[in-house]
């Protein structure tokens, strides 16, 4: 019976490559796994697998009955619909601890690091398994877009070893260029409607007993948004409603400027206004510094709820 590896609902570049890569060093190490995945490949992560020569894992929604390992998430909200009828035997993550439970011991490695390939990195050194190369680039790819090219301050030393270790395998001496190539492919929203957007690094987090809903859009400049404001209002609006949530947030990460515009639809703005310190007009609010939803989002918006 094969074990399935996948990371959140809406994957991210960390959850597609780290379902990969993980599977990869646990069928080196004799346990038979494969790579899955809850939904499409966001513009980036379609970038990484294309250069680095991979396909994306398989698409599978559902596992009842399944043993599991997750990749880059434990909470219930970011999980298949089924999970409590899952076998989870394991799971690589650098977020907090969710709400998901299981009935048997399992394995766990959880670090406070910027990046999930981060700690397969660490588990790939540990057993002394080798990382071929165009695996180790989509790795390096991973970290660098994590980490927003270590400018996140989710970013730690370990984040850098990792990343400098794997472009030596890769063969890339540039990777902070690599990197911005990168940021360049992500920042094309022009192509995308404006629900693509808003879910295309979108999370679900129940914060007690409300549904709360964030987005994460990064681009190289901010000023991409400037006429689409109001088509992504509209959107997430219709997100609030269809989920049903409580709260639906869209950070505007300008990694240039090194901080995010804040789109806000809610049941009460005066939550979020009291989580960041902040007056909202029309809406938004500008959060200086502001990089990452996991460290500077979430522990300060979920005491208010």
Known sequence: MATYIFGHTTPDSDSIVGALSLTYLKNKLGEKCIATRQGEPNPETAWI??????????????????????????????????????????????????????????????????????????MFDYFGIEIPKDLAGMMMCAILSDTVIF???????????????????????????LGMEMFIVKSDVLSASSKELVLRDFKDFNMSGSSV????????DLSVFDTMKEDLFTAMK????????????????????????????????????????????DNQAWLKGVMSRKKQIIPFLEPQF
């Open 49 to 122: 697998l294309e250069k680095f020569g991979f396909e994306a894992p398989m698409l599978k929604t559902e596992y009842a009955g399944e043993d599991v390992y997750l990749i880059d998430f434990m909470e219930s909200s970011q999980a298949p619909k089924d999970i409590a009828d899952a076998n989870i035997v394991g799971i690589v993550d650098h977020h907090k601890l969710g709400d998901l439970k299981t009935t048997t011991p399992l394995e766990m490695w959880v670090r406070p690091v910027g990046c999930s390939n981060t700690i397969v990195k660490q």
């Open 151 to 177: 400018k996140s301050p989710t970013c730690t030393k370990e984040d850098t070893k990792a990343c400098k270790e794997l472009a030596k395998i890769a063969g890339v001496e540039d990777y902070k260029a």
């Open 213 to 220: 809903g964030i987005g994460q859009l990064e681009v190289v």
């Open 238 to 281: 219709a997100q609030k409603e269809e989920g049903n949530r409580h709260t639906v947030l869209l950070l505007l990460t300008d990694i240039m400027q090194e901080g995010s515009q804040l789109l806000v639809v809610s049941d009460d703005n005066s939550k979020v206004e009291k989580a960041f310190d902040v007056t909202l007009e």
